[in-house]
């Protein structure tokens, strides 16, 4: 057996110095149980960094949740400047920024991701999906150029539909006429996903199984497994969790200003429901159907049963503090400056799941 080079050897020596010179405002340092083998227990390959937001974070952390792989999630923290004409500071990310751009990764940015057992720092979000989903085998079939083309395609879809949102939060007025005009621009997206899932899933609900009437709200796991839970039926790929954080955000908006999203009318016009359970309820008379399936399936599934009730999910806003929406993680609600944010400054955390 060939021994590695000296170049090699102290590269792996420097990528391994990463993670004691980071200094984030938290650290989570997540692990799934070996079978109560603690002694075979896996470093963590990967680590994760960004805001501490939900935000272009999300859909990463929950891919390595899915996966059940030992990883780190490193937040920064935004905070309010001490002169309130100068907005607000990342002391935390600015100190790290600069030497991991000197040493490592001249496009460094946030998010990124270590991959300690490729020797890589990876910048920008479309990056980090396509490494992870080609390590963790969410790219879907590899010898189908088609199939990749797809999940590529979806990737640079969902991205168009985030910055729509985007825009509103961090550049408008945060006001129903300017929420209305997004509504209005993102629908168009909606469309197309809604069309790719009713080709990927035909006649899914004359097939459905027979409904339930008052069932649960939500699906059970069994429920979901059987439903549309994924774009590439069966597997996991990287959009879906792209995807399945922007329905979630989309409908908190149109819950929050009054727009329907899933139906023209009725109580359930912003809320996706379980048509399991719902007789009364048909899918030729909602909006986006298998979008809804989509929204309903894909967070239940076994796998990310840990991530769905994690303060990653729950805890935390979806944008950071200068956003007119949902900078404040209760209710979609504006940050207001000198409140307490709870999320942050959470130092290192240990957290472990058992895997399912």
Not at 58 to 69: D, S, W
Not at 150 to 176: A, T
Not at 239 to 263: N, S, V
Request: some cysteine; overall charge negative; proline content about 5%.
């Amino acid at each position: 057996m060939a021994e590695s080079s000296p170049t090699s050897e102290a590269k792996k020596l420097k990528m391994a110095s990463i993670r004691d010179r980071l200094k984030p405002d938290t650290l989570l340092k997540i692990s799934f149980d070996n079978d109560g083998d603690d002694k075979n227990e896996q470093a963590p390959r990967f680590l994760v960094a960004y805001w501490s937001i939900r935000g272009l974070g999300a859909p990463i952390r929950a891919m390595l949740h899915a996966a059940q792989v030992n990883h780190e999630v490193a937040l920064y923290d935004l905070t309010d400047a001490p002169d309130a004409d100068s907005g607000f500071e990342m002391k935390s990310y600015a100190a790290d920024k600069k030497w991991l751009r000197e040493e490592y990764n001249g496009f460094m940015n946030l998010p990124f991701l270590i991959d300690s057992s490729s020797n890589l720092v990876i910048a920008q979000t479309n990056a980090i999906f396509n490494h992870l989903g080609r390590e963790l085998n969410m790219m879907g079939n590899k010898d189908d150029v088609a199939e990749q083309a797809k999940i590529d395609e979806m990737l640079c879809e969902v991205m168009d539909l985030r910055n729509k949102l985007i825009q509103f939060s961090y550049h408008s007025d945060g006001s129903k006429d300017e929420a209305l005009e997004l509504w209005n621009r993102a629908k168009a997206h909606f469309h197309k996903f809604e069309a790719h899932l009713a080709k990927q899933y035909p006649d899914y609900f004359q097939k459905m199984q027979p409904k339930e009437e008052n069932g649960p709200k939500k699906k059970t796991s069994e429920q979901a497994k059987e439903g549309i839970a994924h774009l590439i039926p069966g597997s996991f790929t990287a959009p879906d969790f792209h995807l399945w954080e922007m329905l979630d955000q989309y409908e908190g908006l149109c819950r929050t200003f009054g727009i329907p999203l899933w139906a023209k009318e009725g109580k359930e016009q912003t809320t996706a429901v379980n048509f399991q359970s719902r007789p009364d309820v048909k899918p030729e008379d909602r909006l986006f159907p298998h979008l809804e399936e989509f929204r309903n399936s894909f967070m239940m599934l076994p796998e990310l049963a840990n991530y769905a009730d994690s303060y990653l999910h729950k805890e935390i806003p979806l944008n950071n503090c200068m956003a007119k929406f949902a900078s404040c993680y209760q209710d979609f609600r504006q940050y207001q400056r000198g409140q307490e944010a709870p999320w942050r400054a959470k130092g290192v955390v240990e957290i472990r799941y058992k895997k399912v």
